[in-house]
C-alpha cells in the first residue's frame, strides 16, 4: 500500500462482494466516465471484514427504479420500499435521465438531483432544441437560457449551470439569470460539482484534479491510485470515489479528506465480479451523508471526520434525493 492512504475497512460492507449481471432491469451498471488508468498503476487494496455500525436513521429516502417503477421511498428504520405514482413526470418532447423529489415544494421533479439549484428554487435541463433551460419551480415557468449544442449539464452549482460538451473536454459554466455562456477550463474530463468545485481529470490517465469554480484554478488531488469514478460530495466537500483497476472490475470506494490523503471505505473487488456501485447520476447528499446505489442495496457513506459505509438496505434503486 502507498503513503497517504489510510484503511478504514469494511465496516458495515461485509455484503459487497458479487457475483452474476446487474439487478437493474434495463442493463448492467454503466461503465463510468473518464478514461481508465494504465494497468501498470498500483491499485490500494483492502478485506473485508465483518460486522456493521447501526445507524439510527427515520427518514424517508426518494429513489428511482429505471424502467421498474416510476419511483417512491425506501422509509427508516427497516429499508423498505413504497412506490409512489406521483413519481412519474416528466417534461413533455424531453427524454431525461432520472428524477428527483424537491423537499422545499414537495413535489416529484423530472431531472437528476444534481441539475438542481443548491436552493431547491429551480432545476436546469436540455431542451430538444439543444438549449439549456432554467426552470422556475414554484411557478413553473421555464426559460430558455442558452444555446447549447452537446451539452451535458454537471451541475447547478451556485448560481451556474455548469455544463460538458459530448464532444470535448471543456467545463463551461452557464448563468440562468444572464444567460452568458463562459469556458471555465479548455480541456479535462468533468464529472462532479459540489461546494464550490469541480471534480474530474485533466489528463488521459490518473490523477483526481479539483477545479476551483471561482478562480478555475486547478490543483491534483489524488494521484496515488487510479480514480475512475466520482460518485458525489459530502457536506464537507470531501469527494466520495472509486479506486478501481483498468480492467473493468470495480474498485475501493474512498473518501479523499484532502490532497492525496485518502480513506477506502469498502473492500476490493476481486474477479470475475463486476463493477457493483451506480454512477450514471450524482450520488445524493444530505446531513446524513452520501448516498450510493449498487447491485446488492443501497449504502450511506457517513461524513465523520474518519468516514465509513454501511449498508442500509436491501432495496435495489438509485437514490435520487435527500432522505427527510
Known amino acids: ?54 445507524v439510527n436513521l427515520h427518514c424517508r429516502l426518494p429513489v428511482f427504479q429505471y424502467a421498474a417503477s416510476p419511483g417512491g421511498w425506501v422509509t427508516f428504520p427497516g429499508g423498505q420500499l413504497t412506490l409512489d405514482a406521483a413519481a412519474d413526470v416528466s417534461i413533455p418532447g424531453v427524454t431525461l435521465p432520472g428524477r428527483t423529489y424537491n423537499s422545499r415544494f414537495n413535489r416529484w421533479i423530472p431531472v437528476p438531483w444534481a441539475w438542481v439549484s443548491g436552493d431547491n428554487a ?24 442558452a444555446g447549447a449544442r452537446d451539452m451535458v449539464i454537471i451541475g447547478f ?33 468533468w464529472q462532479r460539482v459540489g461546494h464550490g468545485n469541480a471534480w474530474g481529470s485533466t489528463f488521459s490517465q490518473l490523477p483526481l484534479i479539483r477545479v476551483d469554480l471561482r478562480t478555475a484554478g486547478t490543483e491534483f488531488w489524488y494521484s496515488r491510485g487510479p480514480v475512475v469514478n466520482v460518485f458525489g460530495v459530502d457536506a464537507a466537500g470531501r469527494p466520495v470515489v472509486e479506486v ?19 480513506d477506502i471505505i469498502s473492500p476490493a473487488d476481486t474477479p470475475p465480479n463486476p463493477r457493483i456501485f451506480e454512477n450514471t447520476w450524482a450520488a445524493p447528499s444530505d446531513s446524513h451523508g452520501v448516498w450510493l446505489a449498487a447491485n446488492d442495496g443501497i449504502y450511506l457513506v457517513i461524513p465523520t471526520a474518519v468516514p465509513f459505509m454501511t449498508k442500509v438496505s436491501d432495496v435495489r434503486a438509485v437514490p435520487v434525493g435527500a432522505c427527510n
Not at 25 to 46: E, F, I, K, Y
Not at 127 to 144: F, M, P, R, W
Not at 244 to 262: E, K, T, W, Y
Open 244 to 262: 478501481g483497476p483498468s480492467d473493468g472490475r470495480g474498485g475501493n470506494i474512498m473518501v479523499v479528506l484532502a490532497a492525496d490523503q485518502g
Open 122 to 145: 429551480r432545476y436546469a435541463y436540455v431542451g430538444a432544441d439543444n438549449t439549456v433551460h432554467a426552470v422556475d419551480i414554484a411557478t413553473g415557468k421555464d426559460s430558455a437560457i
Open 157 to 189: 452549482e451556485g448560481d451556474a449551470i455548469y455544463t460538458k460538451r459530448t464532444s470535448g473536454n471543456e467545463l463551461w459554466r452557464i448563468s440562468p439569470s444572464t444567460g452568458s455562456v463562459v469556458q471555465v477550463l479548455n480541456n479535462g474530463s
Open 1 to 54: 500500500m502507498k503513503a497517504g492512504t489510510r484503511l478504514r475497512v469494511g465496516i458495515g460492507v461485509c455484503l459487497l462482494i458479487v457475483t452474476g449481471c446487474s439487478p437493474f432491469p434495463h442493463s448492467t451498471l454503466p461503465s463510468p466516465s473518464g478514461a481508465r488508468p494504465s494497468p501498470s498503476v498500483s491499485v490500494p487494496s483492502a478485506t473485508p471484514t465483518p460486522g456493521g455500525i447501526a
